[in-house]
């Protein structure tokens, strides 16, 4: 069962299935807002930067899941750390552990680089997302995610 998935990094090719499944993700979150436009130019910018991956999962040729990672320096960690995002799995492919070997994928990835720590954050919201994560090992924090939308100077 496992074999059937390839897991690889992400190419400009799979932009449009990418964005498909951003859309999905982001149907179900609460703090963001299907937008192609805006993320089309994410992914574009993850694409192009040395300090992102992004990353495929694919059962018969067929784009079903992906993660994108950006490289952050922690003062805590006194290194470099991922930060994890955009995990999402086609619904259709949901519970069949192509997730979880995504995630070891990235875990494998993030070793390779000399990674101190992976972070991410998830919807309160997303129970069964949030069950995922903590079935794969990831653990919460006392950290709380906060954000402040730019002026851009108005």
Not at 73 to 81: A, I, K
């Amino acid at each position: 069962m496992h074999s059937k998935y390839t897991f690889r990094d992400a190419r400009p090719a799979d932009m449009g299935r990418m964005s498909d499944l951003l859309s999905q993700l982001f149907a179900i979150e609460q703090d963001f807002e299907v937008d192609l436009i805006k993320q089309r130019a994410g992914l574009e910018m993850l694409l192009q930067s040395d300090r992102a991956q992004a990353f495929i999962a694919e059962t018969a040729g067929e784009v079903i899941a992906m993660a994108t990672l950006q490289i952050v320096v922690s003062t805590g960690e006194g290194g470099l750390v991922g930060w994890v995002e955009d995990v999402a799995v086609d619904r259709a492919h949901r519970g069949k552990g192509v997730g979880r070997r995504l995630l070891d994928h990235l875990q494998q990835w993030s070793d390779s680089q000399g990674l101190s720590r992976l972070q991410l954050a998830a919807d309160r919201g997303n129970r069964p997302a949030l069950d995922f994560y903590h079935r794969n090992g990831w653990s919460e924090t006392n950290l709380m995610v906060l954000r402040r939308a730019q002026t851009h100077g108005i």
